[in-house]
């Protein structure tokens, strides 16, 4: 029996090119308008939002067009989804290079009115010290908001990667072989199926969390609104 070989990791600059192709399908307009209609309209004058793991920033983006008042905050770990971000040149966003899942990473107490992780939760093997920080972080009437990757059948996964593979591997360096086209799905599962959405559920409100509105809207990608205070 053979050992699944390991994938080489996706190089910073396909990546950010795909995080941004990717944008529009992955977090639909009707899904951003929930988020906004939730968790962005009804807050007070100049709130402060935050994106964890904000790649080229264009979630950021959208919300700088809604709420041209708010100050903006995008972190990520990667040079090149930073420079993407700031190539936006929106006036009121900072960009921060950061592992926001080393202990030591933290934001302000009650200083944040949104704190905004899509298609990040699922990289986060221990979410414990940033739900805890981020609850701190967040005011009186502040949300918690994601979309992203949730826990879903290997059928489910492999339909997904099955209708976008083509698409995505033709100039790919992390293309599966050709003579093992399902190598991806097995290689890449436990990756993207860290957790339900009743996980995610689950360690919000062990972490003072009151979850207010989630949903599925695709068997793969689950969005959800939650309140910390
Ligand atoms: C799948 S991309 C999503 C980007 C963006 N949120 C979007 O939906 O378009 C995940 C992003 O999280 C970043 N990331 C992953 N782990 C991180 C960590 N521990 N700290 C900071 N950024 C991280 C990656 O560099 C990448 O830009």
Redesign the pocket.
Known sequence: MSATPSRPPIDSATFCQR?TQS?EN??PADVRTIITEEAIAPLGPRPHIV?L????G??LRDIAALRPDATLAG????AT?LDAARRLGLKHAKWHS????APDFTLRSDSCDVIAA???FH?LADPRHLLTMMHDALRPGGSFVMTGWVRSSMADFYAFWGQTRAAIESSSPDAPPPNDPEAFCYQRFAEFNRYTLDDIRWLLDRHGFTTRRDGMYTKNFAYLIAGAK
Do not use: E, N, Q, T
């Open positions: 995080m944008y992955r977090i994106d793991g904000c790649g080229p264009l979630w972190y990520d770990r990667d989804m950061a592992d926001v899942s899509h298609f990040f990289f």
